[in-house]
């Protein structure tokens, strides 16, 4: 069995600030519901007469507490973190089409404001920075292992206009697509 060397007081402070940095470390069950969660689940808060923690999953079943259906806390991935993940899946796979944020969220099931927020604060940078990093790398690949001018890579990987290709290109790889092929043309 492992043990964490956080008091109860730590561990109650844990979940009042919903501190995603401490999920799988331990579990907060719920004498009154007789459910548990994940640190950072977002559900009302019990009082700290009505907690007890756990450090396994295995123990606070056994102890007669079923899972919380909102954070999930079974499950390998957050459900925060699913979103997130279904939202890139998308984003790879439609990459070559014009898309808004309206269309990702739509696809995840999540208002625009929420997952560009979620989305942010989990990788560190918006779907359309993720979306832009992609397309690049794919004209990258192309430009290296294909004869397929600038600008035909530019419409291929997604991109509707070459100022905003040449543009993105440039921040990403730190040169122009032209330089890239000069660089690393694959004969």
Known sequence: ????????????????????????????????????????????????????????VPDVEAAGYRPCKRCQ????????MALITSAMAFLVDHYKQKLVLQDIAAHVGASPYYLERLFKRLTSETPRAYLEKYRVDKAAFLIATTGLTNLEI??????????????????????????????????
């Open 1 to 56: 069995m492992k043990t964490l060397s956080l008091s109860f007081a730590e561990m109650w402070e844990k979940i009042i600030a919903c501190d995603s940095r401490y999920d799988g470390l331990f579990f907060t069950a719920v004498k009154t519901t007789r459910i548990f969660c994940r640190p950072s689940c977002k559900a009302r808060k019990p009082k700290p007469e009505n907690v007890q923690f756990y450090y396994t």
């Open 73 to 80: 806390p079974t499950r390998d991935q957050t459900p925060q």
């Open 154 to 187: 530019c419409y291929e990987v997604g991109f509707q206009s070459p100022s905003n290709f040449y543009k993105v290109f440039r921040r990403i790889k730190h040169c122009s697509p032209s330089e890239y092929r000069k660089e690393h043309r694959v004969p």
